[in-house]
């Protein structure tokens, strides 16, 4: 293990333990909603607390504790293919100032007691958005990928690739799942590169793609499309079938050249990919992402 995770770990894990107080945490990473959800449960009693005075003694230990019960399930949050924003920690490229800062800027349900007065919780939902918008360090659009012979095109409204089956993983003679991150990079059969984070406006995009579950694309609407999918990719979206996998957190989706093609050719088309109007269908096991401690 790396030295400056042991130490993330060692200061969650004291985290864990406010003397002998009891206190756990539980929730999910929702990647439909670009979100993380907890719930942080404290044991009044091992705390010494009494109520009704020692409620706000309560809330302010909730309240400092959560952003070291949030930290292993940041850590390993997928930042791209190849790297978890712990990676990115042990790199320089992220601090664990800028990763408390974004935890304290979750949206926070006031804590409630359990019926017998034992328990205390409160939850909190902190938005991936925010992360990954912190971690958009470039200030112009990377040119995307240009042909010298473009194919014949019609202009799209949106990419909408689909990757919810079990996809042959780039280099080995296995199958899997597509898996969600904060920066997915799009590939073509060919292994040229259609798509990623520094292609998109910085000053228009926080997030570069949209995770959808497959009933979202099967809905009674004219296009098929969910209301709120169609406000990303408009009504009239190019559909692709991913035909593999690739990245060491398989998060890559590799599609089919002639459709990367279609992309490329047109400039209205590469715009799409300036306004990260761009969504990845994904098999619902991994849009969901639950985790509890201790």
């Known amino acids: 293990m790396k030295p400056r995770i042991c130490s993330c770990l060692l200061l969650v894990l004291a985290g864990l333990v406010f003397g002998e107080t009891k206190i756990a945490v539980s929730g999910s990473v929702e990647w439909e909603r670009m979100e993380i959800n907890a719930t942080v449960t404290m044991d009044l009693a091992s705390a010494g607390i009494r109520l009704p005075t020692g409620r706000i003694q309560a809330e302010e230990i909730l309240r400092g504790e959560y952003p070291y019960l949030i930290r292993p399930y940041l850590l390993s949050i997928p930042v791209d293919s190849?790297?978890?924003?712990?990676d990115l920690l042990n790199q320089g490229v992220f601090s664990l100032k800028s990763m408390d800062s974004i935890s304290s800027s979750a949206q926070k349900v006031p804590p409630v007691l359990t019926f017998d007065l034992a328990f205390m919780s409160a939850r909190y939902t902190l938005s991936l958005n925010n992360l990954s918008g912190?971690?958009?360090r470039h200030?112009?659009?990377a040119d995307s990928m240009r042909i010298l012979i473009p194919v014949p095109a019609i202009p799209y409204t949106g990419i909408l690739i689909i990757a919810d089956e079990a996809l042959?993983?780039?280099?080995?003679?296995v199958t899997a799942l597509t898996?969600?991150?904060l920066f997915p990079k799009v590939w073509d059969t060919d292994m040229n590169l259609i798509y990623e984070q520094s292609m998109v406006d910085p000053q228009q995009?926080?997030?570069?793609?949209?995770?959808?579950?497959?009933n979202q694309i099967f809905r009674?609407?004219?296009s098929g499309l969910e209301d709120e999918l169609i406000r990303l990719v408009g009504s009239n979206p190019l559909r692709i079938i991913a035909q593999g996998v690739f990245g060491i957190h398989l998060t890559d989706p590799i599609i089919d050249r002639q459709d990367a093609l279609q992309i490329v050719s047109l400039e209205d088309n590469r715009k799409l990919l300036r306004e990260g109007r761009i969504a990845i269908v994904l098999n619902q096991q991994v849009l969901r992402i639950p985790f509890s401690a201790p």
């Open 205 to 214: 995009v926080q997030s570069i793609v949209r995770y959808v579950s497959p």
């Open 220 to 222: 009674s609407t004219p």
């Open 82 to 86: 190849a790297n978890t924003l712990g």
């Open 139 to 141: 200030n112009q659009p």
């Open 179 to 181: 898996r969600p991150c």
């Open 134 to 136: 912190e971690l958009i």
């Open 168 to 173: 042959p993983v780039h280099g080995k003679h």
